[in-house]
């Protein structure tokens, strides 16, 4: 089905697609160790993922928060490459329809925003919405990342198949919040998936939490999804920050903390008992986005 016309985003086609899921992953909320960012950038690359819509960036987007860039040559200015927040159209491995939308989160007119993106989903006969991030937590780089999930009510039965914040939370959000709630209201499931990344190596890429959010997202979406470049680039990262820690008592010790409380916690997907009270996560989070993290 064609969606009906709308000044909110331009189709750049109506293909015929069959259950597919769509993958959210906007950037600007938080994404610790550019684990959502790295994991999109590999589920849309290979096999490539085709423009279907772009959305009006006059009306979502600060272009002096998010300037386009300009190329010049030799004193001429040749062209503006400007930001898009797009929904594309690609397939798992095994040839299943997925949506993906990307692009840097909206400024403004989030209802609107959000509108539009249900409205895309429910003519293309989303069976599934599934999205993407990671948070700086208290977890040594030596074990496995795991994930958090979050979600409406009405896909409660999806967050237990991947673990949760035990307890009460109060932190900013971002539009993944937003489309969360609105999708769950309409019917269509929906959960986020959370990579937690080491707190020390949150400001410098950590591909382990990008292959992490790929399995995650082939598990929960039941897709045909390849993480091997992730994991090849997460060993790579891995021994890269085993140097960097190796020379450090301090830092070994934190290391070895870290090991034996995650180890303790086995079968707690977050090791909440180390984070102490919602009021210092948020805190956390906060200064992580404003770039003051000191790791």
Known sequence: MTPPETP?????????????????????WVDAGLGAAAAIASLTEEPPAEPLATFDLDHFLDQRARRPVARIVDGITTEL??????????HDRAGADVLFLTGPEPDFHWAEFSDAAIRLAVNFGVRLVVGLGAFPAPAPHTRPVKLAATAPLSSAD????????????????GIQATLELRFGAIGIPVISLWARVPHYVSAMPFPEASAALVDGLAAIAELTLDASG????????????DELIAGNPEHLAMVRKLEASIDASEGNPLGVQEVPSADEIAAELEQFLRGEDGS
């Open 158 to 173: 999806l967050v237990g198949r991947v673990g949760v914040v035990q307890g009460e939370l109060e932190v900013p959000a």
């Open 230 to 241: 992730l994991r090849a680039a997460a060993d790579n990262s891995r021994r890269q920050v």
């Open 8 to 28: 909110l985003f331009e189709l750049h086609g109506a293909p015929t697609l069959v259950d597919p899921v769509l993958v959210v992953a906007l950037e600007g």
């Open 81 to 90: 490459t400007w930001p898009t927040i797009s929904l594309r159209h690609g």
